[in-house]
């Protein structure tokens, strides 16, 4: 799953960014607890505030644990294991189903 950022935009509310992952905002809360790589800022009323930096470890959470199946134990051990080497494939595939939606967009208007 790739979510596009605005690169205008600082935070994003936890509303904001369980629409763009299409979960509901509890299991959002729930992977902030569990994962110690999300650090949402917490504004005057306490409401979570998502940097672009948690998003995408959000997005490396949810392709971890939904999309290739990962227990939340698993995810932790591989995210501190190699969370560098993990976010850089993540980063790479994402990149690459961005160029085949491209090319396939392109060879439909041949």
Request: no cysteine.
């Amino acid at each position: 799953m790739h979510i596009e950022l605005n690169p205008d935009k600082r935070y994003y509310s936890i509303g904001e960014v369980s629409k763009a992952f299409n979960v509901n905002t509890s299991l959002i809360r729930f992977w902030d607890k569990e994962f110690d790589i999300l650090k949402p800022k917490k504004n005057a009323k306490g409401n979570r505030m998502f940097t672009p930096e948690d998003v995408k470890n959000l997005q490396l959470i949810y392709h971890l644990v939904k999309e290739r199946g990962f227990t939340l134990d698993g995810a932790k051990t591989h995210l501190k294991e190699g969370q560098k080497k993990t976010l850089d494939k993540y980063e790479i595939i994402s990149k690459l189903e961005t160029v085949k939606a491209q090319l396939v967009n392109i060879k439909n208007q041949l």
